[in-house]
């Protein structure tokens, strides 16, 4: 049995947490790689997430302990992300030190327990969540004031400067805007947010290949490098587009030849996601998970060929899924390299097909997934 986060923080620290905050993880649904892009792109939150307890100390230390690791301290101010096991730090330090930056005063430091429902390693941001949740709960410990796009900014920025990982807004934004049972659509480009409704008898299950692949990070930086030296090539013949997001598949198909093959395809890759969700969202208008769902394997199919951020096991999950009538559609979420494959599916989709689908990949990858339904949950928010 897991401990909560109040017997965690009783084990290790005296007196009681003056806050709890919570933050969800989040399913990438339809925008792949466009957040840095300047694109669009829809998630949804999950019920799975991390929760914070935190309380002030009288002197000026920092001590965070997790249901995963050990307890590990840190001076007030001395802000330098660590390497190696306690690494798992550097989303909170790295939010302590963006609000510092803007303006929160610490007086002295703050104990801080952390526990978490999302599984490891399933590419549902726990990152994010971990960077929400601490917000949450700092502004609400020394009294600092922002809004929702505020709180995700910050996870953002902590995640970029401090943690040195060039993501986008997708996940610190589905995490903040997250709404039971909605979709969250962001606009990246003017980093607007919106929600709208899941239709209903749609359910969301995760394939989690637990497949590890060493490069995650550097494979990451390596198509956000390869999108701006894309976007770069395509400047010359469309010196306004300020980014990929701007350039339409027309626009793309006309200079083709005049681009590097590997670039045309990421560009292909970014241009293609665009244009796609905004055929979700027509179809959903229309009420057509069909129609979804084959948008989302054309997804996975853009992701394999132009983007090569899948690998050969989210492949395998993604064609076992395809051949299940119960699902409309399956694709990789998040970064990829590795991670896990979302499905949409109906209400009759079950225990039985996913079990089904786990032996088949087994006998092919000698792996077990590991497979959860969810649903859309709220997003991050202070509960005491
Ligand atoms: C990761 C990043 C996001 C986004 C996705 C891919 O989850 O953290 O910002 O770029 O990959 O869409």
Same mark, same amino acid.
């Given at each position: 049995?897991?401990?909560?986060?109040?017997?965690?923080?009783? $084990?290790?620290? %005296?007196?009681?947490?003056?806050?709890?905050?919570?933050? @969800?993880?989040?399913?990438?649904?339809?925008?792949?790689?466009?957040?840095?892009?300047?694109?669009?792109?829809?998630?949804?939150?999950?019920?799975?997430?991390?929760?914070?307890?935190?309380?002030? #100390?009288?002197?000026?230390?920092?001590?965070?302990?997790?249901?995963?690791?050990?307890?590990?301290?840190?001076?007030? =101010?001395?802000?330098?992300?660590?390497?190696?096991?306690?690494?798992?730090?550097?989303? @909170?330090?790295?939010?302590?030190?963006?609000?510092?930056?803007?303006? &929160?005063? *610490?007086? !002295?430091?703050?104990? &801080?327990?952390?526990?978490?429902?999302?599984?490891?390693?399933?590419? &549902?941001?726990?990152?994010? %969540?971990?960077?929400?949740?601490?917000?949450?709960? +700092?502004?609400?410990?020394?009294?600092?004031? !922002?809004? !929702?796009?505020?709180?995700?900014? $910050?996870?953002?920025?902590?995640?970029?400067?401090?943690?040195?990982?060039?993501?986008?807004?997708?996940?610190?934004?589905?995490?903040?805007?997250?709404?039971?049972? /909605?979709?969250?659509?962001?606009?990246?480009?003017?980093?607007?947010?919106?929600?709208?409704? &899941?239709?209903?008898?749609? /359910?969301?299950?995760?394939?989690?290949?637990?497949?590890?692949?060493? +490069?995650?990070?550097?494979?990451?930086?390596?198509?956000?490098?390869?999108?701006?030296?894309?976007?770069?090539?395509?400047?010359?013949?469309?010196?306004?587009?300020?980014?990929?997001?701007?350039?339409?598949?027309?626009?793309?198909?006309?200079?083709?030849?005049?681009?590097?093959?590997?670039?045309? #395809?990421?560009?292909? /890759?970014?241009?293609?996601?665009?244009?796609?969700? #905004?055929?979700?969202? !027509?179809?959903?208008?229309?009420?057509?998970?069909?129609?979804?769902?084959?948008?989302?394997?054309?997804?996975?199919?853009?992701?394999?060929?132009?983007?090569?951020?899948?690998?050969?096991?989210?492949?395998?999950?993604?064609?076992?899924?395809?051949?299940?009538?119960?699902?409309?559609?399956?694709?990789? *979420? =998040?970064?990829?390299?590795?991670?896990?494959?979302?499905?949409?599916?109906?209400?009759?989709?079950?225990?039985?097909?996913?079990?089904? $689908?786990?032996?088949?990949?087994?006998?092919? /990858?000698?792996?077990?997934?590991? $497979?959860?339904?969810?649903?859309?949950?709220? =997003?991050?928010?202070?509960?005491?």
């Amino acid at each position: 049995m897991k401990q909560t986060t109040e017997q965690l923080f009783a $084990i290790n620290f %005296a007196g009681e947490p003056a806050h709890y905050a919570f933050a @969800p993880g989040r399913i990438e649904f339809i925008g792949n790689h466009t957040d840095y892009n300047g694109g669009l792109v829809m998630g949804a939150a999950v019920t799975e997430g991390i929760t914070v307890a935190v309380s002030l #100390r009288d002197d000026d230390r920092i001590q965070i302990v997790s249901d995963a690791g050990d307890l590990v301290e840190i001076r007030l =101010g001395n802000y330098t992300p660590l390497e190696g096991s306690n690494s798992w730090t550097n989303y @909170p330090i790295g939010v302590t030190k963006v609000m510092t930056d803007a303006g &929160m005063q *610490t007086p !002295t430091g703050y104990n &801080m327990a952390v526990t978490s429902t999302l599984p490891a390693g399933a590419g &549902m941001s726990s990152s994010a %969540a971990f960077e929400l949740a601490t917000a949450r709960a +700092l502004a609400a410990l020394y009294g600092f004031e !922002t809004d !929702t796009a505020g709180f995700a900014r $910050i996870g953002r920025k902590a995640e970029n400067e401090f943690v040195g990982m060039p993501c986008g807004i997708l996940d610190q934004g589905v995490s903040a805007f997250g709404k039971a049972d /909605h979709l969250v659509k962001i606009n990246c480009a003017t980093e607007t947010f919106a929600v709208e409704p &899941m239709p209903s008898g749609a /359910h969301f299950w995760i394939f989690n290949s637990n497949k590890k692949h060493a +490069l995650v990070d550097s494979a990451y930086a390596d198509r956000f490098r390869e999108c701006h030296e894309a976007l770069a090539q395509l400047q010359l013949k469309h010196p306004d587009a300020k980014t990929l997001s701007c350039i339409c598949p027309e626009q793309l198909e006309a200079v083709k030849d005049e681009l590097d093959p590997l670039l045309y #395809r990421r560009a292909a /890759h970014i241009v293609g996601e665009n244009a796609r969700v #905004r055929e979700v969202e !027509t179809a959903l208008a229309e009420n057509d998970l069909r129609a979804v769902g084959e948008v989302l394997n054309t997804s996975h199919e853009s992701s394999r060929v132009n983007f090569e951020n899948s690998i050969e096991e989210l492949d395998t999950l993604v064609d076992l899924l395809k051949l299940q009538a119960n699902v409309f559609g399956a694709r990789l *979420t =998040g970064g990829g390299f590795g991670g896990a494959v979302m499905a949409l599916t109906d209400s009759e989709f079950g225990q039985v097909h996913a079990d089904v $689908i786990a032996a088949a990949f087994e006998a092919k /990858h000698n792996l077990k997934p590991s $497979i959860f339904h969810t649903r859309a949950g709220d =997003g991050a928010q202070l509960l005491s």
